[in-house]
């Protein structure tokens, strides 16, 4: 039968999330993962390589990234270089060809998992350019002419911000999952795997408040789910009483990140005090 | 339709699919054959045990690729497998399209005439008299200031010449655009095209070396390398850069809404993948006279002397608008849609003062070309170059102002 995966015991998914991996392990296609950030997307590679057992390669994609350089990058000035000195044979092309991500996730001996993260930083036509290494699971090296097939299939996870809308050619071959924000009971969970030994009143009343600012409309920035967990940190090791927190948001930098976003909240507060 | 157990997915099983895959093209879920074929693969690979939650799962990841979809995906499946009531999405976002404070009322021909009555100054007096008059809110009717009626002040009303006090604008009486026409024109450009548009867009660009050395340039590496006998010599080069300064000025405050804040997306997006080296985003309504604003409200507001000393010759001007007005607006002192904007020079010389100075110019218009016969749409045309604002349209006008 399929690998199942069904979280590890730091990454808690949802029936839904479960069942997009194992319906891309199962058919051997491309999980694309969208959602808000810091709902845990590129976590999910890592949560899904550990409780597979699997080795993870990941390629983090910039916005002057090519298709090419997550299958490797041929170092042409380092070859230049050393053409100077007689150490090495410059004669000898492969040593000067350095694997990406999704190159030595191609080339690894078992099956593995690679992770494509924020695919939507890149050019528009950038996700095109990766539908036939997608599809055959192989490449060439231009410069020396070798082809290089997987032997194992490895999973690929592809994450997306929403920067960017992704060519249809490209969504059609994907299992797609939408990461929603988790609700507070799903929330209380998630703070319970990474603060285990916070007194609940404390992690009840943090998230209360926590979803009350995730409401203001005005915010440019919504507060997210790591900002919560390093808020909590923050909160236990000030020794912060659960009861404070009606009243006032101490160590607010670690949940809001933009100078407006500040001013608006204070606002807000002096109004409420009014 | 009966509701079929999951873990029916024999022959049987997938013909009563297939009718689920028809429901979910018919309202309008973009599925493909190759997505659809990817669910039948998971099906046949067993992967769903008899557990419905498990089977919706499933069933959304291999035919829903987008989020937006979500919600009319969940309508679908309850109504196929669970008899729920069918999805009325189409509906749904024509009511959201068309959330006015009340209903344009219909007017007959007659009626319009009737209103036809008053000239532009008499218009002036009668509504600071009743400015003076009324101290109250008034929805409906045809005498106070408010909104939908056919009182010649307010907002969302039908008089053929009236004042509006805020609010959006609702019957357009020469270009008889029917809601529905700009609704498609939504669901097509918006949700289905941004994409298409935004690669367009990718063109809007004029690429330039300037600024930090920071990428190596090989060709001259190894030029200056063999020039110095093969002692590496590393030459670098600036990266290339879009050196495009873009200025784009929308009409807001009516019909023209929903067209602004799309263009207002596109060209932002655009700027985010291609780096305009710079670009400004301004508002005006209906016509440009003396100021532009930084907000659709139009509350900040920039003189349009100052954007034209600000801005060089060479910035590409984009206006989006239906440049759709009463004549006076364009060619009266005065005539500015909006009350509070006492224009002392006709909208007609601000437009052609802007013309003169912005050398790159286009003009993007959501109104159908065969419709441009408009004694304002003819004249502002001959200032900017008009383009419609669909996939061809905003295509011609990247190729007209980067020549």
Not at chain 2, 276 to 282: D, Q, W
Request: charged residues 25%.
């Amino acid at each position: 039968m399929f690998a199942n995966f069904t979280g590890t015991a730091d990454y808690i998914a949802s029936i839904e999330l479960q069942e997009a991996v194992n319906v891309a392990l199962a058919l051997q296609r491309p999980l694309l993962v969208k959602g808000e950030p810091g709902t845990g997307k590129t976590l999910l590679a890592e949560a899904v390589a550990q409780a597979l057992d699997r080795p993870l390669f990941t390629w983090h994609v910039k916005s002057t990234s090519r298709a090419q350089d997550g299958l490797y990058v041929y170092d042409a000035v380092q070859r230049l270089h050393d053409s100077r000195f007689e150490d090495r044979d410059v004669d000898d092309i492969r040593q000067y060809i350095r694997f990406g991500g999704l190159g030595q996730s191609f080339l690894s001996p078992d099956p593995s998992v690679v992770l494509i993260d924020e695919i939507d930083k890149a050019d528009l036509e950038f996700p095109n350019d990766l539908l036939h290494e997608l599809d055959r699971m192989s490449f060439t090296v231009l410069e020396t002419g070798d082809r290089h097939e997987a032997t194992h299939r490895p999973l690929v996870i592809i994450t997306s911000n929403n920067e960017k809308e992704l060519p249809d050619a490209f969504l059609r071959r994907c299992i797609f999952h939408f990461i929603a924000f988790p609700d507070e009971a799903l929330m209380a969970r998630i703070v319970k795997v990474h603060h285990p030994a916070v007194r609940e009143t404390l992690v009840q009343e943090a998230i209360a408040r926590f979803y009350w600012l995730r409401t203001l409309p005005e915010l440019r920035k919504r507060p997210s789910t790591s900002e919560l967990i390093d808020w909590i940190g923050a909160l236990v090791k000030g020794g912060v009483d659960p009861d404070q927190l009606a009243e006032r948001v101490p160590y607010l930098g670690t949940l809001i990140k933009k100078e407006q976003d500040l001013d608006t909240l204070a606002r807000f507060e002096a109004r409420r005090r009014r | 339709m009966s509701a079929p157990g999951a873990a029916e997915a024999g022959p049987a099983g997938e013909t009563l699919f297939l009718d689920f895959f028809y429901l979910l093209r018919k309202v309008g879920l973009p599925v493909s054959s190759r997505e659809w074929l990817t669910f039948i693969e998971a099906l046949d690979k067993g992967l769903v045990a008899a557990d419905l939650y498990r089977f919706y799962a499933l069933a959304r990841a291999t035919l829903v690729k987008d989020e937006k979809h979500y919600d009319l995906f969940d309508q679908c499946f309850t109504h196929f497998f669970a008899g729920a009531r069918p999805p009325r999405a189409f509906e749904k976002a024509l009511d959201e399209w068309l959330s006015e404070p009340l209903p344009i009322p219909q007017l007959s021909e007659e009626e319009l005439a009737a209103l036809e009555q008053y000239g532009l100054d008499e218009l002036r007096e009668m509504f600071e008299e009743r400015m003076r008059e009324q101290d109250e809110r008034h929805d409906g009717g045809n005498r106070w200031i408010g909104t939908g009626g056919t009182s010649p002040f307010g907002h969302s009303g039908q008089h053929p010449a009236g004042i509006r006090v805020g609010g959006s604008g609702g019957g357009r009486r020469a270009v008889q655009v029917a809601a529905k026409r700009r609704f498609r024109a939504y669901r097509t450009d918006i949700v289905l095209e941004t994409r298409q548009l935004s690669v367009a867009l990718r063109k809007l660009r004029r690429l330039g070396r300037d600024g930090r050395r920071t990428e190596v340039d090989i060709d001259h590496t190894i030029d200056a390398t063999a020039r110095n006998a093969g002692d590496i010599e590393v030459v670098m080069a600036p990266p290339r850069e879009n050196r495009l300064k873009v200025l784009l000025l929308m009409d807001v405050g009516g019909s023209m809404d929903p067209f602004a804040r799309l263009v207002s997306r596109l060209f932002s997006a655009a700027h985010q993948a291609t780096h305009f080296r710079e670009f400004h985003a301004f508002y005006f309504h209906n016509c440009v006279y003396d100021k532009v604003y930084r907000d659709a409200l139009m509350l900040d507001g920039l003189s349009t002397l100052e954007l034209m000393r600000w801005l060089q010759p060479e910035t590409r001007l984009i206006v989006v608008g239906d440049a759709h007005m009463a004549p006076y607006e364009l060619s009266a002192t005065y005539g500015a849609i909006d009350y509070w904007q006492q224009n002392e020079v006709t909208g007609q010389a601000w437009l052609q003062r802007l013309g003169d100075h912005f050398r790159h110019r286009a003009w993007l218009n959501p109104i159908e070309k065969r419709w441009w016969m408009h004694p304002t749409i003819t004249a502002i045309g001959e200032v900017f170059p008009m383009f419609e604002l669909t996939l061809e349209g905003l295509g011609e006008a990247i190729e007209h102002l980067t020549a």
